[in-house]
Nanobody, 129 residues
């Protein structure tokens, strides 16, 4: 069982930055692939970024096209935490952001909701124009 708690959301002006954190419970965090999803009002929950777990030191990551070059996903296994650094924020980034954990193969990231086994409660990000 993995419990996930997001933090770091808030209100920011367009062009600003936020860093989301997702703290995970459990001893096996390092062997879960992690993902950040977002859901805007009236829209589906979709992937923003995903990162694999690794038996070595190399992680694979993937981003939705709309955030490439602006967002960075990273993980600190010693702290059981995954991060989403968001720069150059736009009003269309406004959403509730969720982190999720997936069992899977080393070196593999997952971009579909159904691949994930555990979800956090979400944190609101609002970008004003």
């Amino acid at each position: 069982q993995v419990q996930l708690v997001e933090s770091g959301g808030g209100l920011v002006q367009a062009g600003g930055s936020l860093r989301l954190s997702c703290a995970a419970s459990g001893r096996t965090f390092s062997s879960y692939a992690m993902g950040w999803f977002r859901q805007a009002p009236g829209k589906e929950r979709t992937v923003v970024a995903a990162i694999s777990w690794s038996s070595g030191r190399t992680y694979m990551a993937n981003y939705v096209d709309s955030v490439k070059g602006r967002f960075t996903i990273s993980r600190d296994n010693a702290k059981n935490t995954v991060y989403l650094q968001m720069n150059s924020l736009k009003p269309e980034d406004t959403a509730v952001y969720y982190c999720a954990a997936a069992r899977g193969l080393s070196g593999t990231y997952y971009i579909t909701r159904g691949s994930y086994d555990y979800w956090g409660q979400g944190t609101q990000v609002t970008v004003s124009s």
